[in-house]
Nanobody
């Protein structure tokens, strides 16, 4: 069984900062890519940031350089540093990883349960 656990969500005022972290554990695997998705009320879950094992990062346009995604492939962790937050950034942030199982070489997409980010005065 693979576990995906996010942490770091909470309430922040507009203009503030927040840091999210995620750890994938529980089985022997290698990470192909990891990232963060956001789901706001009434909206579909959408990509915020993604980082591949080689370190290539893709960001959603709306964050406009305010967020930084980083990963530690040896520890199977991914983080999202969020700065200059605005209400449009609010929602449930889900950690995502595509992993390759070491015994079967099958790949799996795994998801965390989500951590809530509230941006409000």
């Amino acid at each position: 069984q693979v576990q995906v656990v996010e942490s770091g969500g909470g309430l922040v005022q507009p203009g503030g900062s927040l840091s999210l972290s995620c750890e994938v554990s529980g089985s022997i695997f290698t990470v192909s890519k990891m990232g963060w998705y956001r789901q706001a009320p009434g909206n579909q879950r959408a990509l915020v940031a993604q980082i591949t094992r080689s370190g290539n990062v893709i960001y959603e346009d709306s964050i406009k350089g305010r967020f930084t995604c980083s990963a530690d492939n040896d520890k199977n962790t991914v983080a999202l540093q969020m700065n200059i937050l605005n209400p449009e950034d609010a929602g449930i942030y889900f950690c995502y990883a595509r992993i390759v199982l070491s015994d079967s070489y099958d790949w799996l997409d795994v998801w965390g349960r989500g951590t809530q980010v509230i941006v409000s005065s």
